[in-house]
């Protein structure tokens, strides 16, 4: 059988009415505080990380430039255009880039009545339909002449390509021509 105890003040259990572990009731417009200190470490984040990338992309000056307070601005030179120079002897080619025929012999009259006095060959296209018309010169110092050919034609662009060079044996000079296309664009002198 079980021995018993002499009683003693444990045996007596006071009644509290408490159940399970003992907190203190949390205080409200606490979760509201947690939430602003999460929305503002986004912020900051964010903003951090926008500033590095835009300085890593050279987009920002932060530090106001590398120049010294006392260096003057060096002046931007202006682009000066060259003057359209008329050349008789100009090695000239004319290749019409549309299906309209007799356009490349028309835009080699207007070229001829500008001063050109070359015979100026022309060429019909295959089955291509260029649709905007140009003047190519291969040489810088050919722009003048570019140009002056591009204004009898009405206005047409010039540009500066290889494209259209002649091919030559090694150790001989290049052969230097300008070549007009005629594109749907192009619009003969009445």
């Given amino acids: 059988m079980a021995e018993s105890f002499p009683p003693d003040r444990f045996d007596e259990v006071p009644d509290l009415k408490r159940v399970g572990a003992h907190r203190a009731p949390a205080p409200k417009g606490r979760g509201w505080i947690a939430f602003l200190v999460a929305v503002v470490a986004t912020l900051v984040l964010v903003g951090v990380g926008t500033f590095a990338l835009f300085g890593l992309n050279d987009r920002i000056d932060f530090f106001g430039g590398s120049q010294s307070p006392s260096a003057t601005p060096t002046p931007t030179p ?8 008329v050349d008789p002897a100009a090695s000239i080619l004319v290749l019409n880039g ?5 356009l490349a012999a028309s835009a080699a009259a207007a070229i001829t009545a500008a001063g050109f006095t070359q015979q100026i060959p022309t060429s019909d296209a295959s089955t291509e339909d260029v649709t905007a018309s140009g ?3 291969q040489d810088p110092s050919q722009e ?3 140009r002056a050919i591009a204004n009898a034609l009405g206005g047409i662009p010039i540009q500066i390509t290889d494209t259209y060079a002649i091919p030559v044996e ?3 000079a290049p052969v230097l021509r300008i ?5 749907a664009d192009y619009q003969p002198a009445a």
Avoid: L, Q
């Fill in 144 to 146: 003048g002449v570019a």
């Fill in 179 to 183: 070549v007009v296309v005629v594109g």
């Fill in 78 to 85: 202006t682009p000066t255009e060259v003057a359209p120079v």
């Fill in 98 to 102: 549309t299906p309209t025929a007799g």
């Fill in 135 to 137: 003047v190519y010169y």
């Fill in 170 to 172: 090694e150790g001989e």
